[in-house]
């Protein structure tokens, strides 16, 4: 976790009164101008994040943003490596809405592909693809048997 502004200031004002006197008006004063510099500077470094983020999603396709180990959100530009219906809240939609307002194919999974791959590995080896054949013969069975008995 990283370290608040607050704490930053204090590490900072500590190391210059390590090195120099210093009154106690002037370490009011160079807390006081140390704080504020570091608010600025964060405040510049996110406006600068936010214009790069709004930059990488105006220009990435939503083809593109599905890529081999990540998964980078159109509506931020955030990398995930799949994409939750937790987070597509934060921006106001669920994911059905989400993959519609991009063009994406309602059963594409918004997940990075390296994740996808993984994932039917192990279903396969767990037998999914034949377990569900069987499945579906029975069903179309069933199906067949109630229109002969109707």
């Not at 220009?59 to 490596?81: A, D, H, M, T, Y």
Request: glycine share 6%; aromatic share 4%; with cysteine.
């Amino acid at each position: 976790m990283g370290k608040t502004l607050v704490e930053m200031t204090a590490e900072i004002i500590q190391s210059q009164i390590g090195r120099k006197e210093m009154t106690t008006e002037e370490v009011n004063s160079a807390l006081k101008d140390t704080f504020q510099t570091l608010i600025e500077l964060q405040q510049s470094e996110c406006s600068e994040r936010q214009i790069g983020e709004e930059q990488v999603t105006a220009s990435l396709s939503p083809e593109k943003s599905i890529r081999r180990n990540k998964v980078i959100c159109l509506e931020c530009g955030q990398e995930f490596k799949m994409i939750s219906s937790k987070h597509l809240m934060t921006h106001g939609l669920s994911m059905k809405e989400y993959r519609k307002k991009y063009g994406f194919r309602m059963r594409q999974p918004l997940c990075a592909k390296s994740l996808s791959e993984k994932r039917s590995k192990a279903g396969k080896e767990r037998g999914l693809p034949t377990n569900l054949k069987k499945s579906i013969a029975a069903r179309k069975k069933k199906a067949a048997e109630r229109q002969v008995g109707a």
